[in-house]
């Protein structure tokens, strides 16, 4: 039977490199659902700004979630966990605008560095993720996004300087709107860096017997201040998320390959098919059949690639 690994398709940790060595930044276009419904908890390096242009979509940061409409926006400091939902039956379009902090480093012992990026980076500063069309923020780094958006296809060729330069003036405006963490925020953030030791348990272990004892094991916790910890982090609890993930990487594998659903099933740890059937069926509308029917899948010996949900127009 064949078995995608897991860590290849939804990983929990991105490592990616967005951009060039030389310009760690970059745009991407998407579509819900047209290119994917959702893209799974995860986190990366990068800060990252998600800005809708139309419809409406779900972002969840740190177990909160937002609702965008036009104009809202989101942004995520480094390290931030946070996922991209389809919200309801509803159509979005965005953008992700993604630069890597080794973008503002100048000097070794660069003071710019020093004062407003490493309080991002360490948890001592921080900045209100949701904001709507009419914070303060976002009237004050809409033209900035505009900027890159309208000359995302140049960036990199003709368009660097200006890119380079309104990525600072985003930075600038985070710190201005940006607060010193309290010791509180530092605490629960330290918690939920130990919880990111089960998402790694998920990833590792999606497809064999998984519980809640064993995850709270891996975190360091007992099982009821690991479910309460977790339904904070995420959003949802545990078993919840475990049921989730799977779905996700089961929705890709009907995509990207020409297995039989009922391999797929027992590939993402779905041992019961009628079980399966009924959860996928919940999550996306549709059974696993006609989920890949929809997605324009052909079956002639050859498998159909699925499109990235990071993907540079």
Known sequence: MEHIPVHEIIPVHETKTHGTAALPYTVYHGLIPELIPSFPLHWHDDFEVIYCVAGQMEVTVWGQIYRLCPGDLVAILPRG??????????TAEYFNIMFHPALFRGSEEDPCYAKYVLPFLNGKRVLKCFQPKSSLFNQA????????????REGYSTHELLMKSQL????????LFSTAATGDNGLLHLSYGRLKNALYYVQHSYDQEITVQKAAQQCGFSESHFMKLFREF?????????????????????WETDLRAIDIAENCGFHNQSYFTRAFRKKYGKTPSEYRKSRGFSTHGKTTTMPSSRRRP
């Open 141 to 152: 780094v809409t033209p900035c996004i505009l900027s890159m958006l309208e000359h995302r």
């Open 234 to 254: 995420t959003g949802m609890s545990f078993n919840a998320y475990l049921v989730n993930y799977r779905l996700e990487l089961a929705a890709r594998q009907l």
């Open 81 to 90: 966990i946070h996922s991209i939902d389809q919200c309801g039956e509803k």
């Open 168 to 175: 600072f003036l985003l930075l600038h405006h985070m710190n």
